[in-house]
């Protein structure tokens, strides 16, 4: 029995390791089907998909807890009055947990937004795409701390806590873009689409990542400057993309149609 068990062991070893059994090799194992560093996995249509929301959901539960730890830092330190005068200055005297919170919340939420659009442009995984994606993850789940560092800070002349907010949500977003670039260098997107929809995708996360990128330095001259980059110039950028890569002179269209002009089919 242990001979004949012995088999079975291996092969079921072999395949978690990533080794494809086959009757081709001796051994019957077949290395290098897709299981290789950074290639894609080799599944059947309905395997990929259930990984794929597998994938995602494991990453809306992420951000939804941590979207709803955000609010802890209002709820902890609150110490309740006896009088009503006093819960009033202690409800007011609160605000700047507030605003960090609000701000918290719309940009994780910007954050979750691009993250859901660009999982649904995608149809396969592999190995590096789960890995960056729980990279992204982790920078998510760290972003309550410098939230609670912003919200705590005594001075409105100290801007390191906005300094360090703003940095954290760089790195965040910083590390959605390069998932993203890997994923259409891998060809892991959604094969239906255009490659001017990939090139449109591509500049939105480019865009944010330097919308965050500058709001490092605007976060050395306060909130209020760094808050706008935030609330305004980043979903700005948003909108703008698409106008400027489907203005006229811009698209795939026009481009065909300036090789056809300066290409004139020969007459004879």
Not at 76 to 93: G, K, N, Y
Not at 138 to 143: R, S
Not at 248 to 260: E, F, I, L, M
Request: glycine share 6%; charged share 15%.
């Amino acid at each position: 029995m242990a001979v004949q068990a012995r088999p079975r062991l291996a092969s079921c070893l072999a395949e978690t390791l990533g080794f494809d059994v086959g009757a081709n090799d001796p051994r019957g194992y077949r290395i290098g089907t897709g299981q290789e560093t950074g290639a894609p996995m080799e599944m059947s249509d309905a395997s990929q998909s259930q990984g794929m929301d597998r994938l995602v959901f494991f990453s809306d539960a992420v951000f939804a807890i941590v979207i709803t730890l955000l609010v802890l830092p209002l709820t902890a330190e609150i110490e309740i009055p006896t009088e009503a005068q006093d819960l009033q200055h202690e409800v007011f005297s609160q605000w700047p947990k507030v605003v960090s919170f609000i701000v918290g919340f719309l940009v994780i939420g910007q954050f979750w937004i691009a993250h859901h659009t660009m999982f649904g442009l995608l149809r396969r995984f592999d190995h590096g795409l789960i890995w960056l994606n729980l990279i992204s993850l982790m920078t998510v789940c760290f972003m309550p701390f410098p939230t609670a560092v912003l919200g705590a800070r005594l001075e409105e002349s100290d801007n390191f806590p906005v300094v360090f907010y703003a940095a954290s949500m760089t790195v965040s977003s910083i590390a959605l873009t390069v998932t993203w670039l890997y994923a259409v260098g891998r060809h892991l997107t959604d094969t239906a689409l255009r490659p001017s929809q990939l090139r449109e995708f591509t500049a939105r996360a480019v865009v944010t990542s330097a919308a965050f990128l500058l709001s490092i330095g605007a976060a050395f001259f306060g909130l209020v400057p760094a808050a706008l980059c935030w609330l305004l110039l980043l979903p700005l950028g948003r909108l703008l993309v698409p106008l400027v890569m489907r203005a006229p002179g811009r698209g795939p269209d026009a481009v065909t149609h300036r090789s056809r002009r300066s290409n004139p089919p020969d007459v004879h």
